[in-house]
């Protein structure tokens, strides 16, 4: 069975632009949240994604966003990104019924 | 303005040793918890998991152990091996908060061959 995977590895942007991250779940998990990792808060829950339904946010300004498509394949967004948007973002999925929480590599965004 | 990077907590243990690594939850509601390995470039790698009706769970070569009393979770590593080498997370989740996770701040574990 293929793990998470997360699409691209690495990326690098400048202040102002925007970049979306790309994130497929293990097959038949139809859940699917992000997190950010960064060296001074930890890891950090987002947002989580459901059946195509934000069902769950963490507390982080309105230039994150996400979204799920039918397949349970999902995206995230960052708008006008910041220097402290540098992090490792990454995606975790779940099968229903169960809670084990299986993370992919992460894609690793660096703002210039 | 500067952030500060989290200190890691570093436990060091010679191979073959016994590790315990001790994590405290903050939320009494919590009912799932989760230990995570993860190694540097790569993304937690899930290790065991317990819920609030057990005090003890246990795998191959791992052992969780939940004290809800004192909001406290450790995860046990028998026959510590280069390989466990890595920073390791406790995670809390409450089931009201479908698939939400808290994150400990992680413990540094370093096998000494």
């Known amino acids: 069975k293929a793990g998470v995977t997360q699409t691209p590895r690495y990326l690098i942007k400048t202040r102002g632009q925007q970049v979306t991250l790309s994130c497929s779940p293990i097959?038949?998990?139809?859940?699917v949240s992000w997190y950010q990792q960064t060296p001074g808060q930890g890891l950090q829950f987002l947002f989580e994604?459901?059946?195509?339904?934000?069902?769950n946010k963490g507390n982080f300004p309105g230039r994150f966003s996400g979204r799920q498509f039918s397949n349970s394949r999902s995206e995230m967004n960052v708008s006008t990104l910041e220097l402290g948007d540098s992090a490792l973002y990454l995606c975790a999925t779940q099968g229903q019924g169960h809670n084990e929480q299986f993370f992919g590599p992460g894609t690793r965004l660096t703002v210039l | 303005g500067e952030s500060v990077g989290l200190h890691l907590p570093t436990l060091s243990v010679q191979e073959g040793d016994n590790s315990i690594i001790n994590c405290a939850y903050s939320n009494s509601a919590s009912d799932y918890f989760i230990w995570y390995k993860q190694e540097s470039g790569k993304g937690p790698q899930f290790i065991i998991d317990i819920r609030s009706n057990m005090d003890k769970r246990q795998g191959q070569r791992v052992t969780v152990l939940l004290n809800k009393t004192v909001k406290h979770l450790s995860l046990q590593i028998a026959a510590t091996q280069p390989g466990d080498s890595a920073v390791y997370f406790c995670a809390e989740n409450n089931a009201n908060n479908f698939n939400k996770f808290y994150f400990g701040s992680g413990t540094k574990l370093n096998v000494k061959p």
């Open positions: 994604y459901f059946s195509e339904t934000q069902r």
């Open positions: 097959s038949g998990h139809r859940s």
